[in-house]
């Protein structure tokens, strides 16, 4: 019986330090060496790396720095990190000692005439003080809580990392709705500029009519061509203003708020050089979606050893203490009671219920395992598509340049030419139409420039734990 009692708290410590459950090991995704337009070197943490400087905006560089933290995303996904926070304290909670104590006092007497025939007294008087307190602890025989911490714990690194997300989401929004509000800007000039020259065009075709050398018709038609450069004005009003309304929302601040800073017009952004996308693997490493997959396929598999510990016994200790002082009018005393023991619990049958629990958490884990390795093949064809968009915007780019100047002298030749009779006032017409045309996709080829500039860099991850409270290489190590 002495060898019982004393193998029994030694079974119940070597029980307490069992864990059932898979323990968790990072997953592995077959990634290429190097991207097709890359190379093998890997990167250094592109993700404190302020890729829009690389405009040289400083309007830009202060409405990314105002909004960093005023994003209502932003600030939801950190409200995020609290809740994960507590909700660790809550898992931790169920494997330590629960204690709890209360305590109550009460007065009761009696009047009347009976009493004091009988005791020579009207009135009798008791109070009752009462204290007591119990304890609970349930013993974690198979790691049901230190599983439910390690839950939860992933879960808050997840969150750590969802704030990434966040802010990511919000530099990419912002810098393209910058990008399209300069665009339409630019447009809109340019707009102007064909303005001018179709006027000068139909003033020029209204002289030689008066000299008798064209047509009603010619006059009509260059009228047609400086209408339809009107008609286009709105649109690229609407654009700019609709962006710079996007670009408060993002800020936090009432729509219109930032219209006029912006109105005062600036150049369109151009990155003015490359960006460093190291090698595939490197996105594990800094794409906060990926770090947040991750973390939360941890805290899936840790769901699963949760379910399991449900399929074993669990053990509880608990006790209470009561005691009483009753103070009356004939005597006085005190009362006290206590009680400890052990209690064991069997799950003998449930209908298939926990079982079919363990087999919920264990397909849930796979779920976020696919998810994981969905967002790494994302990821990689991301920045492969941004790279490819990148590389032929700047051929397009320096192509279109080079139509411009085409079209500025084959107007000036046309116009020349039209003066002295040798051509047709449709020549001026078409060449101030090609003209048109050129500057304005040469200003959309440099807004798509632009925004795939954006997207490379965000496809990185870039800049995504700039003002982050958990450094990335903490994260990744966990």
Request: glycine residues 8%.
């Amino acid at each position: 019986m002495k060898i019982v009692k004393a193998l029994l708290p030694l079974s119940l410590l070597l029980l307490s330090g069992c864990v059932v459950g898979p323990d968790y090991q990072s997953p592995d995704a077959a990634l290429p060496a190097k991207f097709s337009a890359g190379d093998k070197a890997a990167s250094n943490d592109v993700t404190l790396n302020p890729w829009w400087e690389a405009f040289r905006d400083k309007k830009l560089n202060g409405l990314v720095a105002q909004g960093m933290d005023e994003n209502l995303d932003v600030q939801q996904s950190i409200e995020r990190i609290m809740e994960a926070r507590a909700n660790v304290i809550t898992a931790a909670a169920g494997g330590l000692p629960e204690i709890n104590a209360g305590g109550s006092a009460t007065a009761q007497g009696q009047d009347g005439s009976y009493l004091r025939n009988n005791t020579g007294r009207d009135h009798t008087e008791t109070k009752t003080l009462a204290a007591g307190g119990d304890a609970s602890w349930l013993i974690d025989l198979f790691g049901q809580y230190r599983r439910a911490k390690e839950s939860a714990t992933a879960s808050l690194d997840a969150a750590y990392a969802d704030v990434n997300v966040a802010r990511l989401a919000y530099l990419s929004d912002l810098t393209t709705s910058y990008i399209e509000a300069r665009y339409n800007q630019e447009a809109y000039a340019l707009q102007l500029q064909s303005l001018a020259s179709r006027r000068e065009t139909l003033k020029l075709t209204n002289d030689i009519k008066a000299a008798g050398a064209a047509s009603s018709l010619d006059v009509v038609q260059a009228e047609g061509l400086v209408n339809t450069t009107l008609a286009e004005l709105p649109g690229y009003q609407t654009g700019f203003n609709q962006a710079a309304n996007h670009i408060a929302t993002l800020l936090g601040l009432p729509a219109t708020t930032v219209t006029a800073g912006l109105g005062r017009g600036g150049a369109q952004p151009t990155p003015r050089y490359n960006t460093k996308i190291g090698v595939p693997a490197d996105l594990i490493r800094f794409r906060p979606d990926i770090r947040r997959a991750e973390r939360q396929l941890a805290a899936a598999t840790a769901a699963i050893g949760v379910a399991e510990a449900q399929l074993y016994p669990s053990l509880s200790l608990s006790g209470t203490i009561d005691g009483s002082r009753i103070i009356a009018s004939a005597a006085t005393g005190g009362l006290g009671s206590w009680s400890f023991g052990p209690s064991l619990n069997l799950p003998i049958f449930n209908g298939g219920r926990l079982k079919a629990n363990v087999d919920v958490a264990k397909s849930g884990a796979q779920q976020q395992y696919l998810a994981w390795k969905q967002t790494v093949l994302n990821a990689v064809e991301e920045v492969e598509n941004a790279l490819v968009a990148l590389r032929n915007n700047y051929q397009t780019v320096a192509a279109l340049r080079k139509v411009v100047t085409s079209y500025e002298q084959a107007l000036g030749l046309s116009r020349e030419s039209y003066k002295g009779g040798a051509t047709s006032l449709l020549d001026v017409l078409d060449a101030e139409r090609n003209l048109a045309n050129s500057r304005i996709a040469l200003a959309a080829s440099i807004r798509n420039l632009s925004n795939n500039y954006v997207a490379l860099n965000v496809a990185i991850g870039g800049g995504s734990s700039i003002g982050d409270t958990q450094p990335v290489v903490e994260v990744a190590k966990k």
